[in-house]
């Protein structure tokens, strides 16, 4: 058996997606579940970010993916040109599910399955529930191939401790070097490694999403350019030992760089405006993110825009998009700017001197990313994190801001740092709720079939390396909580994940910067549907092709995880009393109004009250 006939996804042979004259990979989603539409949307959105490979609504092709509700979470390794089950079934709903099922699909086998996976892990045959041995099995390297990189304790495709095991306390997996047993399993995102061999196995040389990054780490300061209109430069600056002078890496306080505008000198209102290279839009939606540090005068200003093609082909036209002031506090922030462009264009910061003669610093920004996809409804910074896990325990939690979607439908959040009292109290856990504001009575009630999904960011500079971590839930329009006539605002139940993010991962990865914990959230509109029904052989009759090619006829499953599992137990409730609403900026609804707030299903409920 030679090397090329076996390797079927390093040559364009038989199972190899995208060797063909088409661009995407088609598939349709033939369940009814609305998360779990709205989570393989999500996975397919981060395989653009993060490659080459795309993916499209069924239409027509002989070979395309089908998802589906079935018995567990598994898919076939590598395309049968026909069309093929995946199967995402309850309790396999998350974004790093779909993206280790999808990439069986596009041709990789489990971490542990590797030829010399015996250095690195031992598994435990006696401890593996029986008929679930194959999952573990391991090939030779005439048969499949690293691609030339080192074992992968991080990937997505790699095993937990605890997969398929007989004995919940008994592990099925551990790792040589015991550090790496609570690394493997690892529920967030796919890793390094793992995108690096998807982006060799599809040539892959750009992302479909990601139009620009930057952390002025090189001098040519990513090909941004300074304009030869204003009164001043900005400056690449060094960042310096000081802690207030840090730039907004998490580790290398005294390396890195980042771009300063002074406005300790010169006269108030003097202008530098730093323009980006030219892009040309694939997409109409852009999301501008960056973290800036406003600490001069309280008068001094950055202000946010694109100039775009005027329509004569000269990118001259300046659209405004946001601006921010100073004030007063000395600390990174998070800029989260979405906006719409088919045309080419820059992005152009326009940094504003106020007082020259008060100012201590300047303005400054670092961390850019540019990308062709929705923003989050609302980012979250929670600072001084580190203070926050040791002056709280099981049951506290911290409460966000006010946020208010693109619909108008008002919500805060609520994290726990330990969890739940009943927990481990080694995980984070963040719930969300509706609440009142004086627009409800022209919203659609119940709030239903919409999908709320929480991120909590890796914040690496390069966002084509986050490891973040994510939940989703879609709020069920068929139960109501109602508005009690004696509360004049009103506050849902908290529903959301006991577990989310476990405290190892933290420092391990960069969920903490400058001491700040980010969350993203997304609450917006109804989920795509994207249904539909195709005739598709069953997974009990997919048929294998003759030869070598009958071992690629396997399915391989993706165990539910034991912190899955824990995160889905339901809690007792107790009928809540009128608590007030921390919402006290809020023009009062009337009292009269009743306000239904959706009960949402499949999910944990906290009762917590403001």
């Not at 095993?159 to 790792?175: A, E, L």
């Not at 939690?397 to 919500?411: D, L």
Request: charged share 20%; glycine share 6%.
């Amino acid at each position: 058996m030679s090397l090329a006939a076996v390797t079927v996804y390093l040559s364009c042979t038989l199972f190899r997606w995208l060797c063909y004259m088409y661009e995407d990979i088609e598939f349709c989603l033939s369940l009814s579940d609305l998360n779990t539409k709205g989570v393989i949307l999500q996975a397919f959105e981060m395989f653009r970010l993060k490659s080459c490979v795309d993916f499209k609504p069924y239409e027509g092709e002989k070979t395309y993916l089908q998802f589906e509700k079935l018995d567990g979470c598994w898919s076939y390794v590598g395309d049968f040109q026909t069309g093929q089950n995946v199967s995402i079934g309850a309790r396999c709903e998350y974004k790093d599910t779909v993206e280790h099922e999808v990439l069986h699909a596009l041709g990789f086998y489990h971490e542990q399955s590797r030829t010399d996976r015996d250095d690195y892990v031992n598994i435990w045959w006696e401890q593996i529930i029986d008929g679930q041995a194959y999952n573990f099995n391991k090939y030779d390297d005439d048969f499949i191939t690293d691609l030339n990189t080192p074992y992968d304790y991080e990937s997505v495709m790699h095993y937990g401790p605890y997969s398929f095991n007989k004995n919940s306390s008994i592990p099925s997996i551990t790792t040589k070097i015991p550090e790496f047993n609570d690394v493997i399993g690892q529920s967030q995102d796919l890793s390094k490694i793992d995108l690096e061999r998807l982006n060799r196995m599809y040539n892959c040389a750009s992302s479909l999403t990601l139009l620009d990054q930057c952390s002025f780490e090189s001098i040519n300061i990513c090909g941004m350019v300074q304009s030869k209109t204003d009164d001043a430069e900005w400056q690449r600056t060094a960042v310096a030992a000081s802690a207030n002078a840090s730039n907004s890496e998490p580790r290398c306080t005294k390396r890195g760089y980042f771009m300063h505008f002074n406005t300790t000198v010169g006269h108030p209102n003097e202008t530098a405006l730093l323009e980006s290279r030219i892009f040309y839009p694939r997409r109409n939606t852009k999301c501008l993110q960056f973290f800036y540090k406003i600490d001069g005068s309280l008068k001094d200003k950055l202000i946010v825009w694109i100039k775009r093609d005027d329509g004569s082909g000269n990118i001259r036209k300046m659209v405004f998009l946001f601006p921010f002031t100073a004030d007063g506090e000395q600390h990174w922030k998070f800029a989260n700017i979405p906006f719409n462009s088919q045309a080419k264009f820059r992005y152009v910061f326009h940094g504003i001197k106020g007082d020259p003669s008060t100012s201590t610093g300047g303005i400054n920004i670092d961390d850019i990313s540019l990308t062709e996809t929705q923003c989050p409804t609302g980012v979250w910074q929670i600072r001084n994190f580190t203070s926050a896990l040791q002056n709280t325990a099981k049951g506290d939690y911290i409460a966000s801001p006010v946020f208010f979607n693109s619909e108008g439908y008002c919500f805060v959040l609520s994290l726990s740092p330990h969890g739940p009292v009943n927990s481990s109290g080694s995980y984070l856990g963040i719930m969300f709720a509706l609440c009142s504001a004086e627009n409800d009575g022209g919203l659609e009630w119940p709030a239903g079939d919409r999908q709320v999904t929480f991120t909590i960011v890796d914040q690496n500079p390069d966002i084509t390396q986050r490891m973040s971590a994510s939940r989703s839930f879609v709020t069920d329009p068929n139960q109501i909580h109602s508005k009690s006539k004696k509360c004049p605002l009103c506050l849902c139940p908290f529903w959301g994940w006991n577990y989310i993010l476990p405290h190892s991962e933290l420092h391990r990865k960069s969920f903490l910067k400058d001491d700040t914990l980010m969350v993203f959230v997304n609450f917006e509109g109804n989920v795509p549907s994207y249904v539909i029904l195709l005739s598709v052989v069953s997974s009990e009759q997919q048929p294998c092709e003759v030869g070598w090619a009958e071992s690629l006829c396997l399915v391989q499953s993706h165990p539910v995880s034991s912190v899955a599992e824990q995160g889905l137990k339901p809690r007792s409730t107790e009928p809540q009393s009128c608590t007030p609403n921390h919402c006290t900026t809020l023009p009062l609804t009337s009292p009269q109004k009743m306000n239904p707030c959706p009960v949402l299903s499949q999910v944990v409920q906290w009762q917590f009250f403001f």
